[in-house]
C-alpha cells in the first residue's frame, strides 16, 4: 500500500476506472468528453470554471490538471487566479449565508 | 533569463550527441515509454519516407539579436555561423530548378546575414509560389539599418512569418527577453501600415505561437480566434493565419526541460499525445532543410542535432531532386514532437 493518498501518476490512470464497471466507465468519459466540447460556452471559459472548481473541491489530481490545461489554451495566470476567486467567493459566501439560520435560531430561542 | 547561447556557456548541452544520448536513454531506454521507432511501427508508419520535394527550407545563420529561452538553434548575437555568398549562389541555382512550390528562409535573424537582401532579391526572381521569410520582428526596430525591412519585404513579394508567444506582455518578455513584446507590436504594426497580414491583402502576415513552459499548444483555431481579438482589440493589430507550434525537447528548450525537472512528464505528454494520422504528413515528408554551410537535413531539428539526411547527396551543391525523393528520414525521440495532437510543422497542425 502506498504512503500517501494522493500519487501524481495516478492521474495517468483516471481512465482505469472503467475496467471494473466499463459499462458506467465508458458512459462517464463519453459525458466529460461532451461537457468540455465548445458550446453556447468555449472550451476556454469552461476550462476556467473547471478550474475554480477544483479549487473548491480541492481535487489536486483536477488542479494539476486544469492549470496545465489553462496553459495550453493560453489563459494567463491573471485569470486563474481572479477564477479561484469566484469559487472562493461562494465558498465563503455559503458559510455566511448560513449566519441567517443562525441569527434566526437565536432569535428564536432567546427570550 | 539568459543571454548567452550554450554554445558559448560551454554547456554540456551544446554538444548535439549530448542530446541525443538524453533523448535515448532514461525511460525510453527502459522501455517505460516506446522510442518513436517502434510507435510508428504499431501502425506500419516505419521507416519513414521522404515523398515529393514543396518546401525547400534553408537557414542563413545562427546570428539572433535575441537569445530566447526555447530557441532549438540555440541561436544568439554571439553566433557566428553564417551562410556564405558562395553557399547563397549554390542554393540559387538550386531554387531556379526545384519544383517545390515553397521556399522559405530562417535563422537565427536571417535579417542579420550581411547578404541577406542580396539573396532575397536573387531568389524572388526565380518564381517560386511562395517565399517565406521568418523573422523574429524585433530585428526591424533593432537598428536602423533593419528599419525599411517591411518595405523591402513588401517590394520582393515575400510572405512574412513571424514569433509571437503570447498577446500579453509579461509571457512574452518572459520567454523571448524584457522589451521583445512593445518592439514586436512596434513592428507589427510597421508592417500592417504597408499592408502586410490586412483583410484581403496579398502581403501574408503569419504569426508562429509556441507555449512559453512544458505544455503542448492549444487547439490552433482557437488560439488564432483569441491572439486575433485581443491583438486587434489593443494594438489595432491585424493577421493572417496563426500557427501553433509544439516546442521539441532539443536544445536550449531541453536544456530548460532538463534544469526545470520536467524533462519526464514533457517527454509522457508528447507520447501521451501522439498522433498516427500527424505521421503521415510530418514537415520531413515534404521539406528539405539546408544548413547554414549547405549541408542537407530532414529538418531544422535534424540540424540542430546534426543528424544528416540518408542519401548519396549531402551537400547543396551536389543537390539532385530524385535521388532525395524515397529517402528514409533519419528519427530519434524528438520527433514526438511533431506527431503529438493535431501535429506540428513550420506550417502549424498537419492533422
Known sequence: ?111 | MATKSLHKRESDLANSNRQLEILSNGIFQNGELPTFKNKIAETNQFPLKAKKLEILQINVGYMCNQVCEHCHVDAGPDRKEIMTRETMQQCLDVIKNTGAHTLDLTGGAPEMNPNFRWFVEEASKAGIKDFIVRSNLTIIRANKKYYDLPEFFKKHNVHVVSSMPHWTRGKTDKQRGDGVFDKSIKALQELNAVGYGMPESNLRLDLVYNPSGAFLPGDQASMEKDFKKALKEDFNIRFHNLFAITNLPISRFLDYLIASENYEDYMYSLVEAYNPAAVGNVMCTNTLSVSWDGYLFDCDFNQMLELPVNSKVKHISEYNEAQLEGRNIVISQHCYGCTAGAGSSCQGVVA
Open chain 1, 1 to 111: 500500500m502506498q504512503k500517501t493518498y494522493y500519487d501524481p501518476a495516478d492521474l495517468k490512470k483516471f481512465g482505469k476506472i472503467s475496467e471494473w464497471n466499463q459499462e458506467l466507465g465508458d458512459k462517464f468519459f463519453e459525458y466529460y468528453g461532451k461537457v468540455f466540447e465548445e458550446g453556447a460556452l468555449t472550451a476556454r471559459e469552461k476550462s476556467l470554471i473547471a478550474l475554480a472548481v477544483s479549487h473548491t473541491e480541492q481535487c489536486p489530481y483536477c488542479i494539476d490538471a486544469y492549470t496545465k490545461d489553462g496553459l495550453q489554451r493560453g489563459i494567463t495566470k491573471e485569470e486563474m487566479m481572479e477564477a479561484l476567486h469566484v469559487g472562493a467567493a461562494i465558498k465563503s459566501g455559503a458559510t455566511l449565508v448560513h449566519g441567517v439560520q443562525m441569527m434566526n435560531k437565536v432569535n428564536k430561542l432567546e427570550m
